[in-house]
C-alpha cells in the first residue's frame, strides 16, 4: 500500500469491528468505498479470552493484502466494553475475557499507524451516520440489539459522550423494578430482556425442558421470533415485553436529549418482529410529552458492516 503518482494519495483506513463471536474487518476509504471486508471467528486463548497477539496476526494477514494503491492512514478499532476516558485502553469487556488491557499500545506497537479505539456502539453509530440508515439525520439515536444492548446519541457535533467518554450505556438500567436479576448486580436491566442472551436465557427458564424442540444447545433469538410468528405465547410475551422495555428506556431518553430518529443495529436488528413493533407502539405512548409527531425507527442500512465502516470513519475523522 505504498503507490506512486496520483492514486497513492487514496487514504484507506482499517476497519476493525470486535464481536464475542466474530471479528470484521475491511479496508474503507474516505469516499466510504469498502473492500476486502472479511469475517472470521474471535481469536481465544485457552481461558476463553480475547487473544490479542491472534487478533494483531489475523490483522497483519488482511494488511498483506491491502489495496495495491495508496496509504494506510491508521487502524480502528471497536470494542463491545467499557475504555478508559483516553480511549486507549479496555478496562472492562466481558465478553472478550478483558481487564485493563492497553490494546491501543499492543495494536500500535506493530505497525507505525495510530490506531484508534472505542466502543462497538459508537463505531455502529459513526458507520450507519455517514453511509448507512441515518444519513440524511444530523442528529439521531443509534441502538445496538446483539448479545447485550446499547445506545449511542450522534448530534450535529458529533458522538455525545458521558462523563467517562462513553455512549449511552443503557443495557443495565432499570426498567422493571422488581424484575430479572442481572449479573451487574441490580434487577430488571434492559439488557435481561431486549438482548439476544438475555431473551434465550428467559426463554430457556420459562419453557424448562421443551425449550429447545429442535435439540440445540440453545435456543437462538431467531428461533424464538419463528416459535413467536407461529403462535407460541411464551415467545410472543418475552418479545413483547422486551418491545415494551426498549420502548420506554427510548421515551426517557427523548425526555432527557429530545426526540430524534432511532435506528436499531446490532446482531439481532434484522429481526422484524414483535419486539420492534411493541417498541414503536410503547415509545409513541410514553413518549407523547415530548414527541411533535409519530417516532421514526428505522432499520440499519449497513448491519454486518457499519461497525467496520464506523471504525474507518473514526479513524479518518480523528
Ligand atoms: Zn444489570
Request: hydrophobic share 40%; glycine share 14%.
Amino acid at each position: 500500500m505504498k503507490g506512486r503518482g496520483p492514486l497513492s494519495r487514496i487514504e484507506w483506513a482499517l476497519g476493525v469491528d470486535i464481536g464475542g463471536t466474530n471479528v470484521k474487518t475491511g479496508f474503507v476509504n474516505r469516499d466510504g468505498m469498502l473492500v476486502g471486508f472479511r469475517s472470521f471467528p474471535t481469536p481465544r486463548t485457552g481461558s476463553g479470552a480475547l487473544d490479542v497477539p491472534g487478533l494483531a496476526d489475523e490483522i497483519a494477514a488482511q494488511l498483506r493484502e491491502a489495496p495495491g494503491q495508496g496509504t494506510l492512514a491508521g487502524i480502528g478499532v471497536g470494542v463491545p466494553g467499557l475504555l478508559n476516558e483516553e480511549r486507549t485502553e479496555v478496562r472492562y469487556a466481558v465478553n472478550l475475557g478483558l481487564s485493563d488491557v492497553p490494546l491501543a499500545a499492543l495494536l500500535q506497537k506493530r505497525w507505525n499507524v495510530p490506531v484508534t479505539l472505542d466502543s462497538d456502539v459508537v463505531m455502529g453509530a459513526l458507520g450507519e451516520s455517514r453511509r448507512g440508515a441515518a444519513a440524511e439525520f444530523d442528529r439521531f439515536l443509534y441502538v445496538a440489539i446483539g448479545t447485550g444492548v446499547g445506545a449511542c446519541l450522534i448530534e450535529p457535533e458529533g458522538v455525545y459522550r458521558n462523563p467517562m467518554g462513553g455512549p449511552l450505556n443503557i443495557g443495565h438500567m432499570a426498567v422493571y423494578p422488581e424484575g430479572v436479576d442481572c449479573a451487574c448486580g441490580n434487577r430488571g436491566c434492559l439488557e435481561r430482556y431486549v438482548s439476544g442472551l438475555g431473551l434465550t436465557e428467559r426463554y430457556e427458564a420459562a419453557a424448562g425442558g421443551s425449550a429447545n424442540p429442535d435439540g440445540g444447545s440453545r435456543v437462538s433469538v431467531e428461533r424464538i421470533c419463528a416459535l413467536a410468528d407461529q403462535g407460541d405465547a411464551l415467545a410472543r410475551k418475552l418479545l413483547t415485553e422486551a418491545g415494551r422495555a426498549l420502548g420506554t428506556v427510548c421515551a426517557n431518553l427523548f425526555q432527557l436529549f429530545g426526540e430524534c430518529p432511532i435506528v436499531v443495529g446490532g446482531g439481532l436488528s434484522r429481526i422484524r418482529s414483535l419486539l420492534l413493533e411493541s417498541a414503536v407502539r410503547e415509545l409513541a405512548q410514553r413518549g407523547r410529552a415530548v414527541l411533535t409527531a409519530p417516532p421514526v425507527v428505522l432499520p440499519a442500512a449497513l448491519p454486518d458492516r457499519a461497525g467496520v465502516m464506523g471504525a474507518a470513519e473514526a479513524v479518518f475523522s480523528k
